[in-house]
Each structure stands twice: as structure tokens, then as C-alpha cells.
């Protein structure tokens, strides 16, 4: 039996957490399910692709431990950008320890993640109280946690029943827990975000076992939600006209999707 697919902004009143309503929301408004992987090294390359591409986005993804000259006062313009363009800021943390010591990592050290990033990447490995932990720390501020499920490298760890396990954890957090890191849509409660790494117009690899899969492939084979482009945009010769390119691909890919429905698997 058909189920016809929701959209975003019906899927956002089925939402626990108000970070997980918050983006499917500013997804339909601002039509765009693009997360730009902003892998650079230096804070003026960053502000200035927050500037530049904060139009086409619903997120900007960072790596701030890759930042050479990392300072708060990098933080305070990329919220200000993020406010002004009306995206969401992503750290791609991958928290990956016991829950006291994640509490550690996410409050304080020199990055205090959790004041300004509204949503964070953990892996399940350690097991569920490492999402406690995080827990302590971001509910307060309204933050929303992403697991790992399955990874985009080849060769990676994350059999079907180390997903199945990941999903059982996120169930027991879903005031903190909006969805997951995976190259598939993994259940059919709607509220969970579906966030899609190795993303290229072409499929394709790297030389560190990155692999790429295309939008639409991730949006509507696979069910997934959000496209998060790294270097696809970064080493364009525009980066600017590859992220409306994205943007588009990414956005007619979800309302193909919308307009067939498939059976439920
Ligand atoms: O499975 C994963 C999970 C993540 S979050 N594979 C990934 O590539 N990522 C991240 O997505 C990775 O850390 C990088 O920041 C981005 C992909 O970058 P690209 O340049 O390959 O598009």
C-alpha cells in the first residue's frame, strides 16, 4: 500500500524537538535542503562562503578544529551571517567518547560548541549515554543532536545491525536526538532528518575513500532529506553558481519525490 511522502513542513508539526521543526520549516520557506560542508582553513574563507552561499543554504556544516587562525570573535560574525542569510550552523564534531568526557568537549576547551552550533554529530559506539551526556549540555540551549548511522567512506564499520542499534538509542533521546548522518532513509517516523554526505553532481570517489553518490540518488532512491556538498562547491571554479546548482538538483530531486510516492519498505 502507497503512503503518500510527506512534506517538510507537515513533517515539522510531528517534530518533539524545536530545533528538528525549526529546519524542515526553514527548508520549505527558503526552498532549499542544501548543507554546505564549509571545509576550509582559515576564518576569512569561512566568513566569506557563509556571506556568499548563505543564500542558497539551510545549513552550514564546519569542522572549527581545522580552523589555523580559530577565534570567537569568528563565531560571533558566522551567527550574525547565519541570522542575516537564515541557516543553521552544523558542527561535524563526531563526538565519540564515555558521556563525561563529550560534556567536557562540547561546553568548554577553546570552542564552547555548544553555545553557538545548533546541531552537532555524535557516533553511537561508545552506547546511549553518550548521548546523555551531550544531553546535559544542549537541551538547554534548545540544540539538536545527528548520530552517525552509516558513513559515506568505503570500507566503513557501520553494519545493518550496529544501524539498527544506532536508531534504538535515538529513540530513547528524541527531545535531543532530530535525525541522522546516513546514505539511506532508516524508518518510517517521519520527524526523523535524513542528512546525506558524499554528495557530487557525478557519482564518483576520492583518493581517501570518500564516496560520491549524486542528489537525487540521496534525495529520492534513498529517501533522504538534506545534501551536504563539501568540495563539489569548494574547488568549483564558482562556487557560488555551483551552489545554486546543488541547491537546485538537491530541491527538484525532494519535489520529484513528493509528487510519487513509493511503497513502504
Ligand atoms: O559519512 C560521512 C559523514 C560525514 S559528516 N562522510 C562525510 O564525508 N562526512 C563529512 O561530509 C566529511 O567530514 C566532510 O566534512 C563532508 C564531505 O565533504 P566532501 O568534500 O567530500 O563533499
Given at each position: 500500500?502507497?503512503?503518500?511522502?510527506?512534506?517538510?513542513t507537515?513533517?515539522?508539526?510531528?517534530?518533539?524537538?524545536?530545533l528538528?521543526?525549526?529546519?524542515?520549516?526553514?527548508?520549505?520557506e527558503?526552498?532549499?535542503?542544501?548543507?554546505?560542508?564549509?571545509?576550509?582553513?582559515?576564518?576569512a574563507?569561512l566568513l566569506?562562503?557563509?556571506?556568499?552561499?548563505?543564500p542558497e543554504?539551510?545549513?552550514?556544516?564546519?569542522?572549527?578544529?581545522?580552523?589555523?587562525?580559530?577565534t570567537?570573535a569568528?563565531i560571533?560574525?558566522?551567527?550574525?551571517?547565519?541570522?542575516?542569510?537564515?541557516f543553521?550552523?552544523?558542527e561535524d564534531r563526531k563526538?565519540?567518547?564515555?558521556?563525561?568526557?563529550?560534556?567536557?568537549?562540547?561546553a568548554?576547551?577553546?570552542?564552547?560548541?555548544?553555545?553557538?552550533?545548533?546541531?552537532?554529530?555524535?557516533h553511537?559506539?561508545?552506547?546511549?549515554?553518550?548521548?546523555?551526556?551531550?544531553?546535559?549540555?544542549?537541551?538547554?540551549?534548545?540544540?539538536?543532536?545527528?548520530?552517525?548511522?552509516?558513513?559515506?567512506s568505503?570500507?566503513?564499520?557501520?553494519?545493518?545491525?550496529?544501524?539498527?542499534?544506532?536508531i534504538?538509542?535515538?529513540?530513547?533521546?528524541?527531545?535531543?536526538?532530530?535525525?541522522?548522518?546516513?546514505?539511506?532513509?532508516?524508518?518510517?517516523?517521519p520527524?526523523?532528518?535524513?542528512?546525506?554526505?558524499?554528495?557530487?553532481?557525478?557519482?564518483?570517489?576520492d583518493?581517501?575513500?570518500?564516496?560520491?553518490?549524486t542528489?537525487?540518488?540521496?534525495?529520492?532512491?534513498?529517501?533522504?532529506?538534506?545534501i551536504?556538498?563539501?568540495r563539489?562547491?569548494?574547488?568549483?571554479?564558482?562556487?557560488v553558481?555551483?551552489?545554486?546548482?546543488?541547491?537546485?538538483?538537491g530541491?527538484?530531486?525532494?519535489?520529484?519525490?513528493?509528487?510519487?510516492?513509493?511503497?513502504?519498505a
Amino acid at each position: 500500500m502507497n503512503k503518500p511522502p510527506l512534506h517538510f513542513t507537515a513533517r515539522a508539526q510531528l517534530c518533539r524537538n524545536p530545533l528538528a521543526k525549526l529546519l524542515f520549516t526553514l527548508m520549505d520557506e527558503k526552498q532549499t535542503n542544501l548543507a554546505l560542508s564549509a571545509d576550509v582553513t582559515t576564518t576569512a574563507a569561512l566568513l566569506k562562503l557563509a556571506d556568499q552561499l548563505g543564500p542558497e543554504i539551510c545549513v552550514l556544516k564546519t569542522h572549527v578544529d581545522i580552523l589555523d587562525d580559530f577565534t570567537p570573535a569568528c563565531i560571533d560574525t558566522l551567527t550574525q551571517l547565519a541570522q542575516q542569510h537564515r541557516f543553521l550552523l552544523f558542527e561535524d564534531r563526531k563526538f565519540a567518547d564515555i558521556g563525561n568526557t563529550v560534556k567536557h568537549q562540547y561546553a568548554g576547551g577553546l570552542y564552547h560548541i555548544a553555545t553557538w552550533a545548533h546541531m552537532v554529530t555524535a557516533h553511537s559506539l561508545p552506547g546511549p549515554d553518550i548521548i546523555k551526556g551531550l544531553a546535559e549540555v544542549g537541551v538547554q540551549y534548545g540544540r539538536g543532536l545527528l548520530l552517525l548511522a552509516e558513513m559515506s567512506s568505503t570500507q566503513h564499520l557501520m553494519d545493518p545491525t550496529y544501524i539498527q542499534q544506532t536508531i534504538a538509542f535515538a529513540e530513547q533521546y528524541p527531545e535531543f536526538v532530530i535525525g541522522f548522518i546516513t546514505q539511506h532513509k532508516l524508518s518510517s517516523q517521519p520527524h526523523w532528518l535524513y542528512f546525506t554526505p558524499g554528495i557530487k553532481l557525478q557519482k564518483g570517489s576520492d583518493s581517501l575513500g570518500q564516496q560520491y553518490t549524486t542528489p537525487e540518488m540521496a534525495i529520492i532512491d534513498q529517501d533522504c532529506d538534506i545534501i551536504i556538498v563539501g568540495r563539489g562547491i569548494l574547488q568549483a571554479s564558482d562556487p557560488v553558481a555551483a551552489a545554486k546548482q546543488y541547491r537546485q538538483r538537491g530541491w527538484e530531486a525532494y519535489c520529484q519525490r513528493l509528487k510519487y510516492s513509493k511503497p513502504l519498505a
